[in-house]
């Protein structure tokens, strides 16, 4: 199990305050634009810097004043870092080497991890031979090689062709799973934090805008920040919003503000908003339309195919009406 427990890291221009756990078998994602503090909350964890206050704990240990090299975690970076002058095996063997396990176990070792990310044979090619996804696979081998504590993964796949990136979300989330090893995955992708994630933790500024897994946070974000961030949101003000649909407020002292997914939005010939279409996206399943209304441009989803300049009516299902506040730090 992994702690960190009221970090904070003060910089002159820069604040970073943030507490979680992540469990055995458990990812984490830190989501987040560059700035947010996701990479320094990683390289905190790792022993690579200092906070100004808070604990570190590693399976109930507090490992807060232990070096780097101590902690016994699996660190894999953006860029992969492997060295060139070594081979595939030689790589994945080096922590082996540096914890002094014997040569046979070091080959058994290597045989069994490059198997579990699929580069079986690969042990003896050199490193600029690879692909971008094959660098990478060989440096998670590397991490686990010495059998960490946790698994730390920074932007991994960002060097990554779109090509190759689904395939190597699918691996590494085969690996984790059957290793059940704690595992916190840094990105600025929510399309990985969505893939990837058993709770993500949206950081915005150093602080945790809002905390959840991936259905909680797509279906009930908190705040309007973490709406957008995760995906195409519509977001109005809350009493327009229950007047077009004939309702009466029953809390006006409530958030100002409802957010609804353009998928949930319920496109037909009936229904209590006009409507009209004004552009539209074709993605081959369905078709993403822009859509003229009394509360502004509204963004909706649907497999019906209608024409630009339809005149079309909207309904809100009151489930998918999703409360917000504008902004608020989580916890």
Request: hydrophobic share 40%.
């Amino acid at each position: 199990m992994i702690g960190m427990e009221q970090i904070v890291r003060r910089y002159p221009d820069f604040h970073l305050e943030v507490d979680f756990a992540v469990q055995k078998g458990e990812i984490v994602t830190l989501l987040g634009h560059s700035g947010s503090g996701k990479t320094t909350t990683l390289r905190i964890l790792a022993g690579f810097e200092k906070s100004d206050t808070g604990r570190i704990l590693l399976d109930g240990e507090d490992v807060t004043a232990l070096p780097a090299q101590k902690r016994g975690l699996g660190y894999v970076f953006q860029d992969y870092t492997l060295f060139p002058h070594l081979d595939v095996g030689e790589n994945i063997a080096y922590g082996l080497r540096v914890k002094k396990v014997s040569r046979p176990e070091q080959g058994r070792r290597v045989r069994e991890l490059l198997e579990l990310v699929g580069l079986e044979g690969f042990e003896n090619r050199p490193i600029e031979t690879l692909s971008g996804g094959e660098q990478q696979r060989v440096a998670v081998a590397r991490a686990l090689a010495p059998g960490p504590r946790a698994l730390l993964l920074d932007e991994p796949f960002s060097a990554i062709d779109t090509e190759r990136r689904e395939s190597l979300r699918r691996h590494l989330l085969r690996v984790q799973r059957e290793l059940r090893i704690p595992t916190v995955f840094v990105t600025h992708s929510r399309t990985e934090a969505l893939f990837l994630s058993d709770r993500i933790l949206i950081l915005r500024e150093g602080a945790v805008e809002d905390a959840g897994t991936p259905q909680q946070l797509y279906e009930h974000p908190r705040t309007e920040y973490a709406a957008r961030f995760l995906g195409a949101a519509n977001i109005l003000p809350r009493e327009e919003v229950l007047r077009v649909l004939g309702d009466d407020p029953d809390n006006p002292a409530g958030p100002a503000l409802l957010m609804i997914r353009p998928e949930r939005v319920r496109v037909s010939r009936t229904g209590p908003i006009p409507a009209r279409i004004t552009d539209r996206a074709y993605y081959g399943a369905w078709h993403e339309y822009t859509l003229d209304t009394p509360l502004g441009p509204i963004l909706a989803v649907t497999g019906t195919h209608y024409e630009p300049g339809a005149a079309l009516s909207l309904d809100f299902p009151r489930e998918h009406l999703v409360p917000l506040v504008s902004t608020a730090h989580y916890g």
